[in-house]
Each structure stands twice: as C-alpha cells, then as structure tokens.
C-alpha cells in the first residue's frame, strides 16, 4: 500500500487495535441468555460506551432496546455544515459452536500464521475497531471533515429486530447523509468489494406432535405415527432431489447479472469434500445472492448416544429461510408456513413459530458516495478496481434505515471475506485487511466531504 499520512498513522495504530480487539473478543457477548450470561453482553456494550467517549463522542448512550439487548449510540460533531455519515457495527456474535474444534480458545485472540482467530474478529468487533481506526488517523491529520454518527447493535446476529424497533420509535436518532455499514465483506482477500445486495431472512421453530407419549418400537412400531419420521419428510419437502430449495409458491430462478463466483473458488471457500457435489442449479451467484435458500439449523431429538428403541411423540426443527431483493419477507413467511402445512405426513400435529425475520435489501450503486468509496477503495487497494458483489447474509437494520432515511444513501463493507469463516469454528481476520479497509474508511470520509461542499 503506498503511504500517504493516514495509511502511516493506521499502520502506527495496529498494535493498540489487536489490544483492543482481544479485549473486546474477550466478552462472550452471545444475545442467547440460555445459553450465555447476559452480563457478556452488557460488559461488551459498556466497553464499546468507553471507548466512544474517550474518542470525543457526545451524547453516548446505552439503548434498552424492545428485545431486551443493549445497542451502543454516539455523536462527534464535525465542522460547521459538514454532512453526517452514520457508522453502523455491532458487539453480538454467534455461538462458538464446538469449542473444541477451535484450534485457540474462541474468546481468546490469538495471532496464527498471519491471521488474529477468535469468535467476532471479523463479525463484527472488528467491524467497530475499523471505525475506530479510521477516526483516530482522521483525527491525527487535520480532524474528521464529517460529523459522525455511531451505532453498535447488540443483537444483529439472533435477528430479533431490538435496533430497527428502537429506531423506528425514534427516527431522528440515526437520521444521517450516507451510512457505512461495517458488516460485509471483501468478496476475495485483498480485493476492494462493496455489497449491494443482501438477503432477507426469516427463522421459523418447527414443531410436530403424534402421540401422547413415547412408545416401544417393537410393540407399537409399523403402526404408530412416529413424530421424527414426519419431521425429516417435511424438512425433505423443502429441496428438491438436486438440493434446490422448493417452497410451494416461491420463485427460485433468478439471474445475478453482476461479480461471478467461480466454481473452484466456492468449493474450495466452502471446504467442499472431494467428490461431493454442490446442490442446486445455475451459477454460484444465482445461488448465493439471487434465489431462496432454506436450511435447517437445528432438530431437536434425541441423540444416538443414550437412544431408547422408541417410536417418538414429538420432534422439533428451527429453519431459516432467505430470499434475495424484490421478494417481500412476509409474504415468503406465509408461502413457508403453508408448504409445511401441506407436506406434513399422517396429520400429524404442527406447530409453527416465527422467531424473527428480516426484509432484504438492495443499494443504489450509482449514488455519489459510492463514488467517493470507489476512490478510496482503489487508493486503499493499489492496483485493484473497487467490486460490487452481492451477500447471502441478512442484515435487518439495512431496510429499516433505508424505509427511515429514504434519501439516504447506503454503503455495505467490511472484514467477513471468505477466508474469516464468521460464523463457523475458527473465525478470523486478517490484520492487513483490517488496516486496508480503515485507510479506505478513512479515505471515504475525506472524498465524500469534499464532494458536498462542491
């Protein structure tokens, strides 16, 4: 990276910003209170709290938002008539999942063959010590030339919708110019991506009665309705025999016309067994970013350590559907809930419960920020064209700032390219995309200022 006085002062600020991100990787800031104390989560927000005010950030506060989770606000004014640019991170993570198949402990940064490993590297604590970064070599050359809006959410990953709620009741709070939502990624290592489109999501808890208790398998089987067995024959219903996500209804043979996703590269990403083949049809980008795409998260039964020879009276499910931009969410809830209602077997009991759900979204790309981005971004990264690419993930909040601030405009970067594997075992970032994007952040601050002022 050519040097320039902020890249320098970056540079100079990486050893306080692996300091700061083992701390903040430290907080098993988890929103699941079963299964993770609640205080992580507030130890987490707080440190988030302090360390806006030591920036200079005003007004900061901790939010009690409707799902119970905390999302951390500030404000640094910038020079008189300066537009405002909202920086959007958040504290949550997901669930270590297996802790040992972590090669270091999932709440410990630890620094291996060039990576930092720990649970919210790259999603998304080290989304927020990006904005940091970028404040602080702003700050270091002359100020930032932007007032500045924070908000650091605390429940992103369970999509519970605590944040968007908030801001709906107060829709002045986050009202901003431009927005940076610090939670994608690179589409490549070292290669300058912005996200244009994000898929909706919904989860819906799946649960199926058939008896008034469990049975003996030799005396009742053959005969009694067995509640697992019609749990796996609903699930099945939702692909077909190539794996294509089928729900009842629902379209799934879009097009992306935009960044190609080669196959090679997406089996050796997704650590695809040899001989193994993908499911679906059309590109990986169709997949990924232009069709739906079920997938089942969790069953509850038992476990086959300790199983009974029993026919079972009850079985459950959590299912996650995404469905890319132009499908409205709702209504796909109401097509998902009616497939599983027209494909469970024996009239078997269903009950069905949506535990959250999001809209997808779709940016205006050829808006002036993302013009000043461009610059920074190609600065950032010499060498290298800025790309647009498409995400598979949701990110609720996107749609509910988007209905709010209409006029708006809304960028998507960040630290999850594929080698992060965020939300998997092993999570990591890398240190130099860490300081590239902080540089481009930076960079972005300083274009878009002066593109309002001519």
Known sequence: MSQNPIAETIASLMPRAKQELTELVAF????????FPKSESEAAANWVADALRVEGFQDVALLDTPDGTQSVYGFLPGPEGAPTVLLYAHYDVQPPLDDSAWVSPAFELTERDGRWYGRGAADCKGGFIMHLLALRALK?????????????EGSEEQGTGGLQSYAEAHPELLAADTIVIG??????????????????MCLLKVKIDTLGGNLHSGMFGGAAPDALAALIRVLDSLRAADGSTTVDGLAADAVWEGLQYPEADFRADAKV???????????IADRLWARPAVTVLGIDCPPVVGATPSVH??????VSLRVPPGV????????????????????????????????????????????SMRAALETAYPGQEMQISGMGGSIPLCNTLTSLYPQAEML???LSEPEAQIHAVNESVSPE???RLSVAEALFLVNYAESRRV
Do not use: C, M
Not at 28 to 35: F, I, P, R, T
Not at 192 to 200: D, E, F, H, S
Not at 273 to 279: E, H, N, P, Y
Not at 347 to 367: C, H, I, M, N, Y
């Open 28 to 35: 098993q800031s988890v929103a699941d209170w079963a299964q």
């Open 140 to 152: 270091a050359n002359g100020g930032v030339p932007v007032s500045v809006k924070i908000i650091v």
């Open 183 to 200: 939670d994608a990624g690179n589409f490549r290592l070292g290669l300058p991506t912005v996200t244009a489109t994000l898929r909706g």
């Open 273 to 283: 067994l040899d001989g193994v083949d993908l499911i679906g049809d059309g590109t």
């Open 313 to 318: 009276a009850s079985a459950g499910a959590l």
């Open 328 to 371: 409205d969410i709702a209504a796909a809830v109401k097509l998902l809930q009616a497939h599983l209602e027209a494909h469970t077997p024996w009239k078997a009991r269903l009950e069905l419960e949506l535990v959250g759900q999001g809209q997808p979204f779709q940016a205006d790309t050829d808006s002036p920020a993302y013009a």
């Open 412 to 414: 998507l970067i960040g």
């Open 433 to 435: 995309e860490l300081e």
